[in-house]
């Protein structure tokens, strides 16, 4: 009789345990991007207060150094004042490249050996193309700041991770000087 008790209350125990920790709550489950063009990078939508003009000094940054952007102002393109207008937004597309230019960067990740250009597109709130800023570019300076993409080699555009405000200046050391791998930009 102790014996079939003890049993008992063993076997409870043992089913209380596995119902309290089968409802803890799982983790989420997070989708890993398959393709060059599911990275954050390219799926992220900016708008024009995370995106700025700067000056800098020293004009490209170098890894582990200090680098200051300052006297950010509205972000700008060939045509002057990127207009945001109300909602709208600018994005980065990758572009197969056969080119392979100096602004290409390999697909270390997925296609071992494919290059890209980075382009830059404005958007519509509703995800109309309004027009393309950039067709190639140079993402530099990804550091804990965040990061600069330098349009057809003339227009810096500066991409804060936090807030960032007119007139300002933001110093960092970047962890990476120019971007040449996707590996690079995956997060």
């Not at 045509?79 to 230019?101: L, P």
Request: glycine fraction near 8%.
């Amino acid at each position: 009789m102790k014996i079939k008790s003890l049993f008992i209350q063993l076997f409870t125990i043992a089913l209380l345990a596995t119902i309290t920790t089968s409802c803890e709550p799982a983790e989420p489950v997070v989708k890993e991007p398959t393709k060059i063009d599911e990275t954050t990078i390219f799926t992220s939508k900016y708008t024009k207060d995370k995106v700025w003009d700067a000056f800098r000094t020293p004009a490209y940054p170098t890894a582990g150094e200090k680098w200051e952007l300052y006297n950010l102002s509205a972000a700008l393109d060939n045509e002057g004042v990127i207009d945001f207008g109300t909602g709208r937004y600018v994005q980065f597309v990758a572009v197969e490249d056969n080119k392979n230019t100096d602004y290409s960067i390999v697909d270390d990740l997925y296609n071992i050996g494919s290059k890209y250009s980075i382009a830059l597109n404005l958007h519509e709130s509703n995800g109309t193309l309004v027009k393309v800023i950039s067709t190639y570019g140079q993402i530099i300076g990804i550091g804990d700041k965040g990061f600069m993409y330098v349009a057809e080699g003339y227009y810096g555009m500066f991409f804060p991770i936090a807030g960032a405000v007119a007139g300002g200046t933001v110093s960092y050391s970047p962890t990476t000087a120019t971007v040449t791998k996707l590996s690079q930009l995956y997060k």
